[in-house]
């Protein structure tokens, strides 16, 4: 009896742990520094929030191609370990181009656009 007891304690205990850790998928924006004109010198930012756990990777392309010179910034979280982070890079929008932020999140993988706004 007492092994079924334990057994039955020790079977609770791990659902409870494995289960407080909650996957919370982060919100995305994408947007530029400045006013979304074709030819013209820019920066495209990935600002992505709100997430747990932390693992995130964050890939900014163009027409399917990682943008050159991208940088970003040191993970951060808030209370409640919500975690952000973001990601730059310069770029020259050019007309029928697709640029967009990739965002992997545990096994999700999303795509998200940059609309110029024009």
Known sequence: MKFVLCTAVLAVICY???STETVVEPKVQV???GPGEFG???RLICKVSGFHPP???IDLMEDGKPISGADQT???FKKGWSFHITKHAPFTPMENRNYTCRVTH???R???VWEPNM
Do not use: Q, R
Request: proline share 0%; charged share 20%.
């Open 110 to 112: 999303k795509l998200y």
């Open 40 to 42: 013209t010198g820019n």
């Open 55 to 57: 693992n995130i990777a």
């Open 74 to 76: 040191d993970l951060s």
């Open 106 to 108: 545990g096994s999700i």
């Open 16 to 18: 409870n742990v494995k």
């Open 31 to 33: 947007f530029s520094e």
